[in-house]
């Protein structure tokens, strides 16, 4: 899916009608590579079946694929489409598809997701939004007409943050909104987002639950947190919500 050979609508549409075509895309918005197996074990179907969805998604220009000798490893074709899919899987909740969750394992993960989880290479949910929010409050971030970081913001990246920040592309913005399926609101996404979310796993502030997107805020990312940005419960598991 590029500027220059725009997918039809239609088309688009044909590819995510399929409920287990929608399944690996919403699996691959964790921002990682997944081999055909596995993604076939997620979708609980053959992978034979798997195989032929595949070759739909990356035909399609969602996916793109990587061979590594007997593997083959898909992921998101960038950022764009994971706006795209998170988009719609926040339409979708807009419009009431989602059904409650019919177990209580079940249950337990929609609330884990709800908390803190990765969006394709950024941080969403609770302390998704707590964050994006704690940087709004303290002047790093502006809203006003868009998404950007203010002259503070771009210090604190450097100086507290202790990371560097991509120069700015046409294809990636340095930051940008993108609305969150669980809080219905904003959380940061672009360049900077990833970055900070990165950071928070390489420092291990959070941990992955699992193999899927949910995390789990850790006690040093806790305290980095509270120390950086004055957040003190930013998924409310503190208040028994997790």
Same mark, same amino acid.
């Given at each position: 899916m590029t500027a220059t050979t725009p997918i039809p609508l239609a088309t688009l549409a044909g590819l995510l009608a399929d409920?287990?075509?929608?399944?690996?895309?919403?699996?691959?918005l964790d921002g990682?590579?997944?081999t055909a197996g596995e993604l076939a074990r997620h979708a609980g179907v053959?992978?034979?079946t798997a195989s032929e969805h595949l070759s739909h998604l990356v035909q399609g220009g969602l996916l793109a694929e990587e061979r590594q000798g007997r593997h $083959?490893?898909?992921? %998101? &074709? +960038?950022?764009?489409? =994971?706006q795209l899919i998170e988009d719609m899987t926040a339409h979708a909740e807009r419009a009431g598809a989602a059904a409650r969750p019919p177990t209580l394992r079940a249950a337990s993960a929609a609330r884990a997701m709800a908390a803190?989880?990765?969006?394709?290479?950024h941080l969403a949910g609770r302390l998704g939004v707590a964050i994006t929010d704690a940087l709004t409050t303290r002047g790093l971030l502006r809203q006003d007409a868009g998404f950007a970081l203010s002259?503070?913001?771009?210090?604190?990246?450097?100086?507290?943050?202790?990371?560097?920040?991509?120069?700015?592309?046409?294809?990636?913005?340095l930051?940008?909104?993108?609305?969150?399926?669980?809080? $219905?609101?904003?959380? %940061? &996404? +672009?360049?900077?987002? =990833?970055?900070?979310c990165?950071?928070?796993?390489?420092?291990?502030?959070?941990?992955?639950?699992?193999?899927?997107?949910?995390?789990?805020?850790t006690g040093t990312g806790r305290r980095a947190l509270g120390e950086l940005l004055g957040l003190q419960d930013p998924t409310g598991e503190l208040a028994g919500d997790l």
């Amino acid at each position: 899916m590029t500027a220059t050979t725009p997918i039809p609508l239609a088309t688009l549409a044909g590819l995510l009608a399929d409920a287990t075509r929608a399944q690996f895309c919403l699996a691959l918005l964790d921002g990682r590579a997944w081999t055909a197996g596995e993604l076939a074990r997620h979708a609980g179907v053959a992978a034979s079946t798997a195989s032929e969805h595949l070759s739909h998604l990356v035909q399609g220009g969602l996916l793109a694929e990587e061979r590594q000798g007997r593997h $083959r490893y898909l992921r %998101l &074709a +960038g950022p764009q489409v =994971a706006q795209l899919i998170e988009d719609m899987t926040a339409h979708a909740e807009r419009a009431g598809a989602a059904a409650r969750p019919p177990t209580l394992r079940a249950a337990s993960a929609a609330r884990a997701m709800a908390a803190a989880r990765t969006c394709y290479d950024h941080l969403a949910g609770r302390l998704g939004v707590a964050i994006t929010d704690a940087l709004t409050t303290r002047g790093l971030l502006r809203q006003d007409a868009g998404f950007a970081l203010s002259d503070d913001g771009l210090a604190w990246f450097e100086a507290e943050l202790r990371v560097s920040l991509p120069s700015p592309t046409g294809r990636r913005p340095l930051v940008r909104p993108c609305l969150d399926w669980t809080e $219905r609101r904003h959380h %940061l &996404a +672009g360049a900077a987002g =990833a970055v900070l979310c990165a950071t928070a796993l390489e420092r291990r502030w959070v941990s992955r639950i699992g193999s899927g997107r949910a995390l789990r805020l850790t006690g040093t990312g806790r305290r980095a947190l509270g120390e950086l940005l004055g957040l003190q419960d930013p998924t409310g598991e503190l208040a028994g919500d997790l």
